[in-house]
């Protein structure tokens, strides 16, 4: 079964650091482009970050731009979101999605959803003292 499951969330203090994974089953990532999404109560959820195949492009949402990184390992079939300086309204459920790219090209953080072929299922950041 090829799916895509993040861990790594948790309650954290504001001005803390988390670091998110998200790791693919069944299939390589190779040939993806991996997008985090962010999910708060009552909110859409929006693409915050990006990066493509080899990790030559990246792409971030202003509202993270600066605090957190994206990395990707593809030897170990794994993207990595690193989260500093957090704020309470980074509080929110994040997921990360796969997008074909047979080769490697710039990435986009807002794409249509119908792009995505794998969703995983969410990890839960909550920023609060």
């Known amino acids: 079964q090829s799916q895509l499951v993040e861990s790594g969330g948790g309650l954290v203090q504001p001005g803390g650091s988390l670091r998110l994974s998200c790791l693919a089953s069944?299939?390589?990532?190779?040939?993806?482009?991996i997008t985090w999404f962010r999910q708060a109560p009552g909110k859409e959820r929006r693409g915050i970050s990006c990066?493509?195949?080899?990790?030559?492009?990246?792409n971030y949402a202003d509202s993270v731009k600066g605090r957190f990184t994206v990395s990707r390992d593809n030897a170990k079939n794994t993207v990595y979101l690193h989260m500093n300086s957090l704020k309470p309204e980074d509080t929110a459920v994040y997921y990360c999605?796969?997008?074909?790219?047979?080769?490697?090209?710039?990435?986009?953080?807002?794409?249509?959803?119908?792009?995505?072929?794998?969703w995983g299922q969410g990890t839960q950041v909550t920023v609060s003292a």
């Open positions: 069944g299939f390589t990532l190779d040939h993806y482009i």
């Open positions: 999605a796969a997008q074909p790219s047979p080769v490697e090209r710039t990435c986009y953080i807002q794409r249509p959803r119908d792009e995505y072929d794998y």
């Open positions: 990066i493509s195949n080899s990790g030559g492009s990246t």
